[in-house]
């Protein structure tokens, strides 16, 4: 039975995804909006970390590229809003009789990430998605207007573009996947309206999901135990070498408050969302189109360790085919209900994310599976 946490979103992104006609199911997940918040690639380190390592020199490289995000509703987008709650009135037998008041314009605010020399700044989806005027405070103090780019709300990212000519100081991109539990980071952002604030911890975990309550989310967060509050949504969370490693982005609490658990969207994930966003690949509300994901024609589930050991299962991981759709094109290429894919481009399936990443990812007309069958390793072909 799960414990009731709360996922406050200071920002945020497996069981079975149903890969039939164009549908995609994930479970939904309960969250609760709290504030509004905001990503260059190095390879991270491979060096050992000691808890008693000097981290000013990481500090003192990520700080110049993380700012403030102010995010304000217009006087004309608040009424807009007003109108149309209003409207929907009837879906709330409570607001029929109290008619909730006019309160004004919505303000918020928190962090984001410069990631090019001309000023895009990345963030938190929620933190700028109700808001149509943004105000981005440098570390120096410089105060700046910026205007949406583009927003993806299913990986919870979106980009922003500070309306100046001036040169700005963009953060190095860490590679994500080269992260180890147990590893040293720092996440820096404007908590509770402070600026420039670090606090450091170690990475938890990897690959967490169920954080993003949205059917067609992509979610594969790092867990981290530094310290991240409300307004530290958007912000970084880096390795010991300064370099950018996750978007600061939920956390786990019953109150909002810290209670010990933060998650992050990966690094390599934000690079890909906020590349095709800025090159204008991706539609304005979501680089995750579900229409236009190829039909494959299976439903999987993850196979948990406890599972693999129950069933003496010969894998140590995979995603196995729960049901297979006749004529399909998984069925017409030879795969079987029960099979375990274990790779896919030569790409490791251990969990749900990898496969909706790599059939994301994929420029091919063709995925190539690796599945085990009773024990017999297998490949095939399917044409997508």
Same mark, same amino acid.
């Given at each position: 039975m799960k414990n009731i946490v709360g996922f406050i979103i200071a920002g945020v992104l497996g069981g079975i995804i149903v890969l039939a006609?164009?549908?995609?199911?994930?479970?939904?997940?309960?969250?609760?909006?709290?504030?509004?918040? &905001?990503i260059?690639?190095?390879?991270?380190?491979?060096?050992?970390?000691? &808890?008693?390592?000097?981290?000013?020199?990481?500090?003192? #490289?990520?700080? &110049?590229?993380?700012?403030?995000i102010?995010?304000?509703?217009?006087?004309? #987008?608040? $009424?807009?809003?007003?109108?149309?709650?209003?409207?929907?009135?009837?879906?709330?037998?409570?607001?029929?009789?109290?008619?909730?008041?006019?309160?004004?314009? #919505?303000?918020?605010?928190?962090?984001?990430?410069?990631?090019?020399?001309?000023?895009?700044?990345?963030?938190?989806d929620h933190v700028i998605e109700f808001a149509d005027k943004f105000e981005i405070t440098l570390n120096n103090n410089q105060t700046f207007e910026a205007n949406v780019v583009g927003r993806d709300p299913d990986v919870d990212l979106a980009v922003l573009k500070i309306d100046s000519d001036d040169t700005f100081e963009p953060i190095e991109f860490g590679n994500s996947d080269h992260v180890r539990i147990g590893e040293w980071v720092l996440a820096v952002g404007n908590p509770f309206d402070l600026a420039s604030t670090v606090t450091a911890g170690i990475i938890s975990a990897k690959g967490r999901?169920?954080?993003?309550?949205?059917?067609?989310?992509?979610?594969?967060?790092i867990q981290t135990d530094a310290v991240v509050n409300k307004g530290n949504s958007g912000g970084a969370l880096v390795n010991t070498e300064g370099d950018l490693i996750g978007i600061n982005s939920a956390i786990a609490s019953p109150d909002g408050i810290y209670a010990g658990y933060a998650?992050?969207?990966?690094?390599?994930?934000?690079?890909?969302?906020v590349d095709d966003i800025i090159q204008g690949k991706a539609p $304005?509300?979501?680089?995750?189109?579900?229409?236009?994901? &190829?039909?494959?024609g299976f439903e999987l589930e993850e196979l948990t360790q406890e599972v693999i050991r129950y069933y003496n299962l010969p894998v140590k991981h995979g995603l196995i085919i729960s049901q297979l759709d006749e004529g399909s094109p998984a069925a017409k290429a030879g795969l079987q209900k029960g099979d375990i894919i274990i790779a896919v481009n030569s790409r490791e399936m251990a969990r749900m994310n990898d496969f909706l990443r790599e059939l994301d990812n994929t420029q091919d007309a063709t995925l190539d599976f690796i599945v085990n069958r009773k024990g017999k390793i297998l490949k095939c072909e399917i044409a997508v």
């Open positions: 006609g164009n549908q995609w199911l994930a479970k939904p997940v309960p969250t609760k909006t709290e504030y509004i918040s &905001p260059k690639t190095v390879p991270a380190s491979s060096r050992e970390i000691l &808890p008693s390592q000097d981290l000013t020199i990481a500090a003192e #490289k990520a700080m &110049p590229s993380v700012v403030h102010k995010a304000a509703e217009s006087e004309r #987008k608040a $009424k807009e809003r007003y109108i149309e709650r209003r409207q929907n009135r009837y879906n709330d037998p409570f607001r029929f009789f109290f008619s909730e008041p006019y309160r004004g314009p #919505k303000v918020g605010f928190g962090s984001g990430v410069i990631i090019s020399e001309d000023g895009y700044v990345v963030t938190n999901g169920n954080i993003i309550n949205r059917e067609n989310a992509i979610e594969d967060f998650f992050a969207i990966p690094s390599n994930i934000t690079r890909q969302v $304005k509300v979501s680089t995750r189109d579900m229409s236009t994901r &190829p039909y494959i």
